[in-house]
């Protein structure tokens, strides 16, 4: 890519594309474009034929999505089909009719068949199948690695997938119900710590195990892979290491310093018992994350800190 190559990034205010944003500035981009989803509803057909003839954008990266935790993706799974199909049926669609010269597609660790072997190998996609409480989200980002190829097989371009693993970072969603574990943690353990409450609930049993990677280092990875891979296909991003969710509640509650008890709410879903990436491809290619977990929690904790108290 050219510095001054015309890139979009879809999503940028959220928290994998505000992570690619800050990247490709820091690399001295200077013709990136975004759009609000106030300025532009991805999930309208019209508006993003418009947007995309209007900007002719050279280069995409589609991380815009309707995302969320295990219950928000079990609750509102018309939308998360919907909206997810939508959004990226018309990116990838308006990126070929206006010869945009590479796509990145992200994707999420939750295509893997629930009970895959441990840890997730690229071929075994669709080899079994999916967890029930996130099936719908899951069945959208198969489709889009599907489409990239299919774009890619019939009409030659160069569109890419990258299946990222758990995320957390800057810009998280803390939403009680609808974030994902790892910043839901972190809002329970500091307000319990902040009102004096004696005990934090643990949705599920604690013992399913989850691989969490900081967004910026997803970001680090996207560049990398924009300039690097050219297949089809799609690449696994992650760290290589888990740990239970019990273990991850223990470890954000010695940062935060909250000194009480933990319950575990057996009425609330696990979901995939064990979803690890392996990575091997991914450093094959010659990428390894930067972030280890403690220090990536303490980074998110700040940022919580500075924007949601
Ligand atoms: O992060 P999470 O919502 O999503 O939950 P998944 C991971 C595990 O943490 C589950 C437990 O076993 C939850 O029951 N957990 C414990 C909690 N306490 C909490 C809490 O307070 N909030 C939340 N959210 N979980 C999602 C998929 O699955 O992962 C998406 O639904 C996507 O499709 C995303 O792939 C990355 O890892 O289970």
Redesign the pocket.
């Known amino acids: 890519m050219e510095k001054n190559a015309k890139i979009y990034v879809a999503g940028h205010r959220g928290m994998v594309g505000s992570a690619i944003y800050r990247k490709l500035i820091k690399e001295g981009f200077s013709n990136i474009i975004t759009r609000t989803s106030a300025e532009l509803d991805l999930r309208d057909q019209q508006s993003v034929k418009d947007f995309f003839e209007a900007e002719k954008p050279e280069y995409v990266f589609l991380a815009a999505a309707k995302?969320?935790?295990?219950?928000?993706?079990?609750t509102y799974r018309a939308d998360?089909l919907y909206e997810n199909l939508c959004i990226q049926n018309n990116v990838i669609h308006q990126a070929y009719q206006n010869s945009v010269t590479k796509l990145m597609f992200l994707g999420?660790?939750?295509i893997y068949p629930k009970l895959a072997p441990q840890p997730l190998k690229e071929e075994y996609l669709l080899t079994g199948l999916l967890?029930e409480?996130?099936e719908p989200?899951?069945i959208a980002k198969i489709a889009g690695i599907k489409m990239a190829d299919a774009y890619r097989d019939q009409y030659a371009c160069n569109f890419i997938s990258v299946m990222p693993?758990?995320?957390y970072g800057y810009n998280d969603n803390y939403h009680?119900q609808n974030?994902?574990?790892?910043p839901?943690?972190i809002r329970?353990f500091h307000e319990a710590k902040v009102n004096g409450t004696p005990e934090v609930?643990?949705?599920?049993?604690?013992s399913?195990m989850?691989e969490f990677l900081f967004a910026d280092d997803l970001a680090e990875a996207c560049y990398f892979l924009m300039q690097n891979y050219n297949d089809a296909g799609f690449v696994n991003v992650g760290t290589g290491t888990d740990l239970t969710?019990k273990d991850l509640?223990l470890l954000i509650k010695r940062i935060i310093g909250f000194e009480g008890t933990l319950t575990f709410d057996s009425s609330?879903?696990?979901?995939?018992p064990r979803?690890l990436m392996d990575v091997s491809k991914l450093h094959e290619l010659g990428w390894k994350h930067q972030i280890e977990l403690e220090e990536g929690i303490k980074l998110a904790y700040q940022d919580f800190l500075e924007k949601h108290v």
Do not use: M, Q
């Open positions: 995302v969320g935790g295990i219950v928000a993706n079990n998360f999420s660790s939750c967890e409480t996130n989200y899951a693993t758990n995320l009680p974030s994902h574990v790892l839901a943690l329970k609930t643990i949705w599920g049993s604690g399913p989850r969710i509640a609330k879903p696990d979901g995939t979803k």
